[in-house]
């Protein structure tokens, strides 16, 4: 590890920052191209149903209207990543209510949305699976009858009906060891889906050259798995498509796959004109891959000193019509129902299936929040019914360094101890029991910093300008304009201020794997290390040539190369970019990628996740108060612990734990997509409540730091995991006040009274 | 189409729009101040807040000719031709990732200012809770306009103190 450079640590300013508080920032929403149509989708109204005909003739008469296209123009187009089910327009029949029936372009939004409403489509009901359970019945409608004819990416695992894939975990001998047990705890859980509600929806904008080149302005997570899905759905060379990230107002997990972009690039080549598509609120919360609800059955087999044994689980995610991300995702179920704990035998059985609701993605710790309100809501109800404090019950079973992970990884840089006494101490969790109607809840969490490369250009300009080119994306975190910009700038001897950052563009930035899995600030930041000291190198031989002493001598900082040891040899950046003599300055390149962690292979089939990456744990506690009479929670306090390995930017490092807290506050308390016979009740912030300032205590967040082996200066992925805890927190403060388990999210007011009253939630 | 004529930022516009047309449409599109949001449409995020005549209004839902001959800001207009007070403090204390939300907020937040000058943490969450936020947990936001409300109290009662020849005296 090199010398912390003094920019790190500090709680600098974000680069894009003095452009978003003026309002000059562009977003996805506010890019524009000469000469653009507007697109809108025409959207079934029916959960499952055969299309009978579809007629456009009054569509194409609307004025302004260029293009109406339905499934019939855009045959063979097909989506989701990894199992290819899901035609950009619906072809035969439809399988949720609001799936894209027909694509129009007009020369504004208006006259495309009157054009939508004026098809006119002829519908053949079908029975609509309404749940897992509905899904997996004997006579259940099969979703996608054709589904063995569909492309599958080799790694998952299909037993086929409405079923779109199954992963599965097996460590140890659970029979035998369930067998052992002193005592048996068995529960089932139940999380409905919920959306990423970016406050920006998906928008983008296609554009097509005289020579068939696609361009896209998208606001986007990952431009390269934007161009690979684009090529893949649309049969366009990977080549031909270019991917310009846009400024992002949000993603959360809902801008990392192709959305809105092939229907923009088909109205495009249609029309010969750019197009832009911004999806409405409505069309979000109903049509745009959210997290996916669950159903979780869970044993855990405990001796009698409270020592963890082994855990069987069977995790069936709710996927929606679509597979979209849902057989990556319900593998890091195998990964997070065990919890951090050691264990002698496990068995983890995670399916994804398929129902008539909007296809479902990735969002925030993808898969995690399920399993873990059920893995930690179980935790807590073993501990008090075995009359062990909770907090000691974590302490025993904490997996520690060098124990492995649910599937046999050596566990390193392991901090979960440290992170229970940290939320313990702040809570003050010795004085707990707070008394009638007060209650208390901790759970703890571990999560991943996902690898994969990340490269990096750095380019030293003759006027001694500084410019890092990176294909890493800002979405807002700060990862890239306040992070990467620190570690950058400390590397060189430079202010975060005196460097320019070009982001997120696959023609004219390097590779990155996306901002994704918390990977951002350790990936790129490693990568922009690693060009800086390319960039170093060249710059002291071309230096010491020149001030006639060895590279070794030299230093970097204050914006100049100097010899340590003569005062008067010194020369600027721009200095030694000319002397480079190309008339462009310097170059220098770096790439990272984080090597794979090792696991047991042979634990996991189907999965497409076995490790967990320089692992990072945390803790939270939180106090309500519950209105006995009501049933109302009032969230008091709330804290979080985690480890981020190093801090690089206090204030933004702490936005990621209180921002995470607060989403993952929303999931527990507010927030669930509403489905009644195939239709969502409640699309718009009225009815989908996102939490409010004041519906929220001060989140009182703790950065534990122990460093990690490989992440810049020691850090962790940061982004994700404060999401995932407060599910469960807050259900076992309400189960430490009332004495009534809450067994499905979200933990409203009705549900606390029902549970008062003896009504099982 | 009608001919309306907006006062924004101290600048008259004329212009022509449909006659059902939102201030936030009229904002973004006819006068190209796209500094402004669209989140939710409904009069539901905050995202949109403008002032007229100095109170916070969501432009998603007022339509353009009912604000005819009144004074309208939005964020490009907010601290004249420099930032405001609040902006700034939002830059400086981390109340901005993505900042999608950040011109409503900062709007809402100069209107609370104006109106009770240093407000506390609860008052802040109180006043502001019809504006949204999903990245940053809001914390950073409630002591951004804290901070900048109590450093304009401190600097008007530093005015008042030196025009009333009293050191340590307050207004
Ligand atoms: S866009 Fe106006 S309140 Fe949401
Ligand atoms: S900073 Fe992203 S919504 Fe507030």
Redesign the pocket.
């Known amino acids: 590890m090199t010398a912390i450079p003094e920019t790190v640590g500090r709680s600098s300013g974000r680069l894009d920052g003095e452009a978003k508080i003026t309002g000059r920032f562009e977003y996805g929403v506010d890019a524009a191209r000469p000469g653009m149509l507007w697109a809108r989708l025409a959207r079934s109204t029916q959960p499952h149903a055969r299309i009978v005909s579809i007629d456009t003739s009054a569509a194409l008469a609307v004025p302004g209207v260029y293009a109406v296209l339905t499934g019939a123009d855009t045959e063979g187009f097909v989506g989701s990543r990894y199992v290819r089910d899901e035609p950009i327009l619906a072809t035969g029949t439809v399988r949720y209510a609001g799936e894209p029936i027909a694509a129009v372009a007009a020369d504004t939004e208006e006259a495309a949305e009157e054009a939508c409403r004026a098809i006119v489509v002829e519908y053949e009901s079908l029975p609509v699976v309404e749940s897992v359970d509905d899904a997996l019945a004997e006579d259940a409608p099969i979703i996608h009858p054709e589904w063995e004819s569909y492309w599958v990416s080799p790694i998952i695992n299909r037993p086929g009906g409405n079923v779109v894939s199954h992963a599965t975990l097996r460590r140890g001998d659970v029979d035998a060891v369930f067998a052992t047990a002193d005592r048996v705890f068995e529960d089932t859980y139940e999380v409905p889906l919920v959306h990423q509600a970016s ?1 920006e929806g998906r928008v983008a904008i296609a554009e097509v050259d005289d020579d068939g080149k696609v361009h896209v302005w998208s606001s986007h997570q990952y431009p390269w798995g934007l161009r690979q899905d684009i090529s893949d759905i649309l049969h366009i060379p990977l080549d031909d498509v270019r991917v310009t990230v846009t400024g992002v ?2 993603g959360f997990g809902g801008k990392l796959y192709a959305g809105v972009e092939p229907y923009c690039i088909v109205l495009a080549l249609a029309t010969g004109r750019p197009v832009k598509l911004r999806l409405t609120r409505e069309e979000e919360l109903t049509a745009t891959s959210p997290r996916m609800g669950a159903t979780v059955h869970l044993r855990t087999a405990v001796a009698s000193d409270g020592t963890f044994l082994a855990r069987e689980g069977r995790l069936d995610y709710d996927s929606g019509a679509y597979a979209e991300s849902s057989p990556g995702v319900v593998s890091v179920g195998l990964m997070t129902l065990p919890g951090p704990y050691r264990w002698q035998a496990l068995a983890v059985d995670a399916r994804a299936i398929y129902t008539n609701k909007a296809g479902c993605g990735s969002y925030r710790g993808p898969g995690a929040p399920q399993a873990v309100f059920a893995g930690e809501s179980q935790v807590d109800r073993i501990a008090r019914e075995m009359g062990i404090d909770p907090l000691q019950l974590r302490l025993h079973n904490a997996v520690r360094d060098g124990d492995q992970g649910p599937t046999g990884q050596v566990l390193e840089g392991v901090s979960l101890v440290e992170t229970l006494h940290a939320a313990a101490d702040k809570i003050g969790w010795d004085s707990a029991g707070a008394g009638e109607g007060r209650g208390r809840g901790l759970s703890c969490t571990w999560w991943t910093t996902t690898g994969l490369p990340s490269s990096a250009d750095l380019r030293l300009g003759e006027d001694g300008s500084l410019v890092l080119v990176t294909g890493a994306t800002e979405i ?1 975190t700060g990862a890239v304009m306040a992070g990467v910009a620190q570690i950058c700038a400390g590397e060189l001897g430079v202010d975060p201020g005196d460097l320019t950052i070009e982001s997120a563009d696959t023609e004219t930035t390097p590779y990155d794997f996306g901002a994704q899995g918390s990977r951002t600030m350790v990936a790129a930041g490693n990568a922009a290390i690693a060009a800086a000291s390319d960039l170093k190198d060249q710059m002291f031989d071309l230096a010491a040539a020149k001030l006639g002493c060895s590279p070794d001598d030299l230093e970097l900082a204050d914006g100049e190369v100097r010899d340590r040891d003569d005062p008067d040899a010194v020369l600027t950046l721009a200095d030694v970019a000319r002397l480079a003599g190309t008339g462009n300055g310097l170059v220098g390149s770096g790439t990272y990628e984080q090597p794979g962690t090792p696991f047991d292979t042979d634990s996991v089939v189907g999965a497409m996740i076995g490790a967990f990456n320089i692992p990072s744990f945390a803790t939270h506690a939180c106090e309500v108060s519950v209105d006995l009479a009501t049933g109302e929670v009032s969230l008091d306090r709330y804290v979080i612990a985690q480890d981020v390995g190093k801090v690089v930017n206090p204030r933004y490092c702490e936005g990621q734990l209180t921002g995470g807290a607060v989403q993952g506050i929303g999931q527990a308390m507010f927030e669930e997509i509403v489905y009644r016979d195939g239709h969502v009740q409640n699309p718009n912030f009225t009815d989908y409540k996102l939490p409010t300032m004041a519906d929220l205590p001060p989140i009182e967040a703790v950065m534990v730091e122990v460093p990690s082996a490989s992440g810049p200066y020691g850090a962790k992925g940061v982004g994700e995991q404060g999401v995932i805890g407060p599910p469960p927190a807050i259900a076992n403060a309400v189960r430490d006040a009332t004495g009534r388990a809450i067994r499905r999210l979200p933990i409203t007011a009705e549900r606390v009274w029902a549970a008062l009253r003896g009504e099982e939630s | 189409m009608t001919a309306f004529s907006l006062l924004v930022n101290g600048v008259e516009h004329t212009m022509e729009a449909p006659a059902g047309a939102f201030l936030l449409d009229v904002l973004r599109d006819s006068l190209g101040l796209a500094g402004t949001k669209e989140a939710c449409a409904e009069g539901e995020c905050g995202s949109c807040t403008v002032l007229v005549d100095g109170e916070p209004v969501d432009s998603c839902i007022l339509f353009a000719g009912q604000v005819e001959g009144r004074k309208i800001t939005t964020v490009e207009g907010l601290g004249g031709d420099g930032l405001h007070p609040v902006q700034e403090a939002f830059n400086a204390l981390g109340a ?7 011109p409503g907020f900062v709007v809402a937040a100069a209107a609370l200012l104006d109106r009770v000058g240093s407000p506390t943490p609860d008052q802040v969450r109180e006043e502001l809770a019809g504006n949204l ?4 947990g809001y914390d950073n936001i409630v002591a951004a306009v804290v901070s900048a409300g109590a450093a304009s109290e401190a600097s008007v009662a530093s005015a008042a103190s030196v025009a009333s020849g009293v050191r340590g005296g307050g207004s």
């Open positions: 406050l107002g949000g807002g | 901005v990732q993505c900042g999608f939300c950040t936020c999903r990245c940053t």
